[in-house]
Every structure is written in C-alpha cells, then in structure tokens.
C-alpha cells in the first residue's frame, strides 16, 4: 500500500516519519504527473509545492486554521492531502475543479482563481478570527512572486501591517515565475536572492558541515538558520523589503527541504504576529519535461504523453490566438506606432511572435491589469496605439480604468480579449461571459466580436485604425472554426449569412455563434419558417441595417455566449425600441450565474443554447397553433409539434 493512498486527511501525515514525508512527496509528484498528463491540467505550479504542502499540513490544523490559495492553480497537493485523491475527472463534469472549491471539502476557502487576492482574504479572516475570540487560530496564505506584481497584495500588505496582534502566515512560494518568468523590479529583486552566490554558497556550505553531525547537527543547523539570516542579509539585504512594513520575514528556505520547512513554519506559526516565509521552489519540479520547457515549465497543459510531456493530439490545430499573433505581428511591421501590453501573459495571449520581432514594444506589467489599462492610455496619449492582450476573465478587473482613463479620455486604445465566453474546464472565474454585458456600458467604445479567422483579420485591421475611442476585439478559448462566408455584405458592413423563403425570424448571431444560428435557421426552413441570419460584426454600436432588418421580420433572435443579462441582446432591444420598432426579441444567452466547469457544450446544452433547443422554441413562437407544422425529414433533427397537439412518444 502506498503512503499516498492511506491519507485520508491532512492529521494522517502527523504519524509519519520525515523520511515517510519525503516518500510520500515522491508519490505525489508520480501521482499528479501520470493524472494530470491523461486529463490536462495545471502540473509544473503544482509539482513545485509538493513539500511546501506536505509541511503546511503538517504543521497547521487546516480546516481550522484556514489556507488561502493565491489564483489556487496550485491546490492540487492539498486536495490529494485532504482526501481527494480521485483525479480521473479533473476539470470534467462530475469532477474535481481546477482550483479550490468549497462545494469539495471545507479545506477549501477561496475559490475565485484571479491572482493577487490572497493577502486580502487573509487579512479579513485573521482579524475576523481575533475578533471572535478565535485567538489559537492561525490562517495560512499562499501566495506567488507573481503575485507580488498585483497591487492588491501590496495594499493587503500595508493593512496588514496596521495591525500585528493576529495569527497570520504569508508563504511567499517564490519560483521566479507566474505563467512565464516574473518581471519588474520586485522580480529583479528576488531573483538576486535566489542567485547571489554568497548566499549559496555559505547556505550549501553549512548546510554540509552540520549534516556530518547526524540528527544533532541538523537541528543544530536549523536552530542557527535564522541567526545566519542575519549575517546573510548582508548579501542579499531581503529583510529592508518588509522592515518599513513591521513584518517578521523568515528565509529564504529551500522549498523542497521538507525538515527546515517544517521547522520554519513552526517558528512562523509560534510567533503570534504576521510572518513572511519566503520558500525558494522550482515550477516543474521532479519531472524534466517541465523543467526544460522554456515557456512555462508546463504551468498549464493538455493531454500528454507522461513519458514524454509530448501533447497525444490537437497540436496542428490552429488556435484563435495563433491568428490574434499572426496580425499583430503584421501589423506592426506596417506601423511603428502599435505597442502592445500584457499583464503577465506574453504567451499565453499570443504576443510572443510581436516581441520576438520588436522586443522594445512590448510592456509586460505583471499581474496588474488596472496599470495595463491605464497606461495604455497615457502611450496613447503620447501618440502610440497601444494593444492591451487579455483574458476576458480578467478585464473585470480593470473595467475602471477603460471607463475613466481610456474612454473618458477619446483614447485609442485596442483591447483584444481572449478567452471570451464559455471557456470551459476552469470554471467559475475563468469563464469570460461578463465583458459584452459590461464593456458595452463605457461611452463610445466599439466591439467587435468575430466568426472565424478571416473576420478576425478584417475587424482587427479595423479596430487599430480608431484613434478616438476604446475599440475591443473578443474572440473564445481554442480551435478557430471553419471560415463561414457571406452572401452579402451591407453597407454598414453586417455580413448576411443566410436567407429564407420568408421574413418569419431574423437571428442576430454574434462571434462564433453563428454556427448555432445557421443550424437553427436550417431546421426553421424545414417546418416552413423563413429565417434570416446576421452577422453585425461589430456588435457594439447596434448597426442601422440590423434595425432595418428587424422592422421586416416577424421576431427578432440574438444569440450570444455572454451573459443575457445586459447582453447584447438587451441593446438590440433597446435601439429598436429607441427607432420605433415592435418587433419582438428574445434573447438567448448563459445564465446570470456562476457556471461551473464542464464542457463548453455541456455549459452551452444546460442554458439552452443549442439548434435543437433555440428551433423548438422558435416554433412555439411563431407557428402557435395557427399554422399545422410538417413532419421533417429524417436528416433534420427533432420533430416538432404545434402547441397543445399530442407529443410523440
């Protein structure tokens, strides 16, 4: 029987000898890289805090000292240390999420997966613990060198200082890395303590000489530790960096030291005031895929061979991003004024080919998405046309910024959002459902929300050429579908994808829905009902030639996988309103609600949002009980019935 299997819960590792704990972290990385590699995951984060779990647990009482995980894409360890060690659903319906999920297990606090979070979590926990006289109770926070780069964890810092009389444990678990190499000057800063030679070198130094002495001279070492730290800093200076906040600093350590992170975790949690552990880990530890991939040390991934961490399929699809980094590569070499902005995502969100190429345009500002705005405002304020890349997720965070700096202030600025809508396996926070219903309440922006790639292209080119306004292109997670050509192109530039025999329904298709709408608009036509579907293209503003269109038509459809609420759906009602139009629209969305992870076509299946569900509907709408509905051939899906008539059994 292995270690692994016989923890039940975080007490069962009390039992176990330091050599059992290294056994048992062994286990773990073996286990997470043969799981993960057959469902995809979050893996290099997650074998780089095996020991730094394993110690936590060890030391703290979780659930009742709490642990907040900062974004949580490294909670994998403490689920398998909590008794969640059934993996072969991960991230699928049914089960075990991607991040912390308190539906799970009570060890789980935080759910929300946004970086830079933690601190303030953990602040409002630990003073609501000593408030209600909770005084023996300790919270745990966790939080990346990444993390560091968010102005949220500095804010929660200089709180937190504000009040010492509370049980308060920082991990910093600092591996020079968010998804690719941490920047900036915090990261400039660590990193010499990571790689300043005499540091090493007196740390390895000691550390050999005290373990010739056995057990005796181990401890002898780790009781002298933080008397070196002191002699050390003369180096590496790291303690100036909290001094001015009052909070004890205890480290650097080795994060993959089992015995001296259990000890400095003792002497964090014995302290009685907040503490600072600064743990050193390698992302990708334990497993030489990882650790020799350049462009995240596979801090996310899909399924892989485990021998080799080669992807099994899917690696010549071509993705949205692909095309995003394609034209604005492009685009750059035809003009020297676009820049383009990441908040720590260079990769991930396609910019990588624009750097590679004019390395000097491009700003990576951390996780610090209200900066990136901002500041993109100011570079265009100075006469650039900045292009801020970013997971539609996390443009919540900066909906302030947009609305105050850029669009009050007629700003060029081109914000291409990646990950729109229903993305899928990562849940809740990741889905990017929200930026429609909110981004189309900023004064004069302009949103373009294309069906395939060559749409991407044009409303690309089309949105860097504004120079007076915020222009935002959006596109989702994953393979770009088929090219789906128009019949006609209107002078507005609505793009006419279908016609019917009839007027009956005009089906409003924004982005990739369009597929959904052709598919409807096809079983309409088989019971008899004429349907017309559009494109806008540019689906914000509402264009003159889909109000002309709606006027015609018998009921008005929009389509779109953002939220319904707010959505565009609500604009076109609006604007036809607001031109005397009565058609009636119906508007079709995902629910005003927290999806959690499954497939996009799960998510979508539950809101309604497929051909067969939308067609039915549509029947009842427009045929009633006034028109006798025809049998369709075998070739055309559901059949329908009118209304009132006997249903097929």
Do not use: C
């Not at 005290?210 to 590496?236: K, M, Q």
């Amino acid at each position: 029987m292995s270690l692994l299997s016989s923890i039940t819960g975080p007490r069962d590792l009390d039992a176990l000898t330091v050599p059992q704990l290294q056994q048992l972290a062994r286990e773990v990385r073996d286990f997470l890289v043969e799981n993960v590699a057959r469902t995809g995951g979050h893996l290099g984060p997650n074998l780089g805090v095996v020991e730094l779990t394993i110690a936590m647990h060890r030391v703290f009482d979780s659930p009742l000292d709490p642990f907040v995980f900062d974004t949580g894409h490294q909670s994998y360890v403490h689920k398998l240390l909590t008794g969640r060690q059934d993996f072969s659903q991960l991230r699928s319906r049914g089960g075990l999420a991607g991040y912390p999920q308190r539906g799970e297990s009570e060890h789980d606090v935080v759910e929300s997966s946004h970086a830079s979070s933690s601190l303030s979590w953990a602040d409002g926990i630990s003073r609501a613990l000593m408030r209600t006289g909770r005084r023996d109770r300790h919270v745990v926070a966790v939080v990346g060198d990444g993390s560091l780069t968010g102005g949220m964890t500095w804010e929660a810092l200089n709180n937190i200082s504000d009040d010492n009389d509370r049980n308060l444990v920082i991990v910093v678990n600092d591996n020079g890395r968010s998804y690719a190499p941490t920047i900036g000057g915090m990261a400039r800063y660590l990193n010499r303590v990571r790689t300043t030679e005499g540091y090493e070198s007196l740390r390895r130094g000691s550390d050999s000489l005290f373990r010739r002495f056995g057990p005796a001279g181990r401890a002898l070492y780790r009781g002298v530790r933080g008397g070196t730290h002191g002699f050390l800093s003369r180096f590496v200076n790291n303690e100036a960096l909290y001094s001015n906040l009052d909070i004890k600093y205890l480290g650097p350590v080795d994060g993959h030291d089992l015995p001296t992170l259990i000890e400095t975790l003792k002497i964090a949690k014995s302290y009685g005031r907040p503490v600072i552990v600064h743990a050193i880990t390698e992302k990708g530890r334990g497993y030489e895929p990882a650790r020799n991939d350049e462009a995240d040390q596979f801090h996310a991934v899909g399924k892989i061979d485990p021998a080799t961490g080669q992807p099994l399929s899917g690696a010549d699809a071509v993705a949205w991003t692909d095309v995003f980094a394609e034209e604005l590569a492009r685009a750059g070499g035809e003009r020297e004024d676009i820049v383009a902005i990441t908040a720590a995502m260079l990769r991930p969100t396609g910019l990588q080919p624009f750097a590679q190429l004019y390395p000097d345009r491009v700003f990576d500002v951390g996780i610090a998405e209200q900066h990136a705005v901002a500041s993109a405002a100011g570079l265009a304020f100075g006469g650039l046309h900045p292009v801020v890349a970013i997971y539609a997720t996390f443009m919540n965070r900066a909906f302030d910024q947009v609305m105050m700096d850029v669009a009050l202030h007629k700003a060029g600025v081109t914000f291409v959002l990646d990950r729109a809508g229903v993305t899928g396996p990562d849940g809740p926070s990741h889905h990017g459902v929200w930026d429609l219903a909110m981004l189309q309440l900023v004064p004069g922006i302009r949103i373009a929300a294309p069906r395939d790639a060559a749409r991407l292209r044009e409303e690309f080119a089309e949105a860097i050429a504004v120079e007076d306004a915020p222009t935002v292109v959006r596109f989702p997670k994953g393979t770009v579908s088929a090219d789906v050509p128009a019949l006609e192109r209107l002078a507005d530039g609505v793009d006419v994808l279908a016609r019917g025999d009839e007027e009956d329904v005009l089906i409003v298709a924004i982005g990739p829905m369009v597929h959904t709408a052709l598919a409807v608009a096809e079983r309409l036509e088989a019971q008899g009902i004429g349907a017309t579907v559009v494109d806008p293209r540019w689906v914000v503003p509402v264009q003159p030639s889909v109000v002309a269109l709606a006027a015609r038509h018998r009921l008005v459809i929009t389509l779109e996988d953002g939220i319904r609420v707010g959505g565009i759906g609500t604009r076109v009602r609006q604007v036809l309103r607001e031109a005397g139009v009565d058609t009636a629209v119906d508007e079709l969305g995902v629910p005003d609600a927290f999806l959690d992870h499954a497939t996009r076509e799960q998510i979508l299946e539950d809101a309604g949002l497929t051909p067969a569900k939308i067609a039915q509907d549509v029947v009842s709408q427009v045929l009633g009980t006034r028109i006798p509905v025809a049998r369709p051939s075998s070739d055309t899906g559901t059949v329908w019935s009118v209304p009132g008539e006997s249903q097929p059994r």
